[in-house]
């Protein structure tokens, strides 16, 4: 379907199975960090995009099963940034030292994930969802044109990070 001028289309996603509860603690400019805490955090979705030969910008039924397996994959972990200066993760059989400055924790390895992030603040976990997600769409749908991707990360009511690509 061939776009008209000054004409765009979107689909939003906003489910409430859209969710993943996992625990981290932010790192601040000054070095003081956060305690070890949880979150239940919910997941947003934007898509602009041009229609296709049906009229649709992605197919909800397929785009949402993307959307919630990257959800499941950072559920009931202690989310850790991998790409922090200062702070180190070291597995070592089966459990994961971490280390930040005075701090030690040794968790289960399989309780643990690394993250290529510099911070566990929620507009990261926000950048990993939608650089993965986008990722996953390239693999699903190689010639869908995306015009924007915005992917927000909720930690609690109303306090949302979100990442946008524009392509």
């Not at 509860?21 to 805490?37: K, N, Q, T, V, Y």
């Not at 010639?143 to 690509?165: D, H």
Request: charged share 30%.
């Amino acid at each position: 379907m061939s776009d008209v001028a000054g004409e765009s289309w979107s689909i939003s996603i906003d489910k409430d199975y859209l969710k993943f509860s996992s625990a981290h603690f932010l790192i601040f400019p000054d070095g003081s960090a956060e305690r070890l805490h949880g979150h239940n955090y919910r997941v947003f979705v934007d898509l602009h995009c041009g229609l296709d030969r049906h009229g649709l910008v992605v197919n909800f039924k397929e785009i949402k099963p993307l959307v919630r397996q990257l959800c499941d994959e950072l559920d009931e972990y202690v989310l850790i940034p991998g790409e922090h200066h200062e702070l180190t993760a070291t597995r070592s059989g089966d459990s994961y030292e971490i280390r930040y400055r005075e701090r030690r924790y040794l968790i289960p390895a399989d309780e643990v994930l690394v993250l290529p992030i510099s911070n566990t603040s929620a507009e990261n976990l926000a950048a990993w969802l939608g650089r993965t997600l986008r990722e996953r769409m390239r693999s699903a749908w190689p010639g869908l044109q995306v015009r924007s991707l915005s992917v927000g990360v909720e930690e609690t009511r109303g306090q949302r990070g979100t990442w946008t690509l524009r392509e």
